[in-house]
């Protein structure tokens, strides 16, 4: 009996891609989500001066000394091009009231600002007034990562204001008696 031949090692890198390429969608964002996170808003200025903010999930500490954060923006977002090309913008973390401003910064193509009130932060960027904590960055890093781009921050001045944060957890927002 003829024995098969054990695959070489460019048999075997090629069957591992395969099996990476497999990674089903849907499957692994629901597992993505089981990865509980805070929401965030985080805001700049085009290059005409207007106001520009995305509702965020992706956004993690990064370095203390230097102070570093970071998040991701995907390519198709239509503030993209504002976003990579900033010189500064502010993360502000939601607090478990601020529901409505996730779905508002979630949206594309309107006024996401219309009726809220902001002060300049540093570079000019948009700062809400209500959030849990607010960190104001200048763009320090940006990265190639697949369909996104991480972008780097780093932290000039920060407000923490303490306040229970808002949590999502596999695609929906905690109730307060289940963050606790
Ligand atoms: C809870 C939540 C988290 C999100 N996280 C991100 C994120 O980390 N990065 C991203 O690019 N889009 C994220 N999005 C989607 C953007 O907010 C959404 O695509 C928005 O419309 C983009 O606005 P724009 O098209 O005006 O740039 C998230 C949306 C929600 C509701």
Redesign the pocket.
Known sequence: MTQKPLPNRAEKELAELAEYAAVDPTGFRRALSSFATG?AVVTTLDSSGAKVG?????FSSVSLDPPLVL????ED????GVFTAAEHFAVHVLSRQQQEF?SR?????CDKFGGLDCNAGIGGVPILGDFAACFECSTEHVYEGGD?KIIVGRVHRFEDRASDPLV?YRSRFLTEQEAI
């Open positions: 929401v995305i509702t965020i999930n992706s998040w991701s923006i995907a977002s239509m503030s993209y996730s910064f979630a949206q594309s193509a996104h999502l």
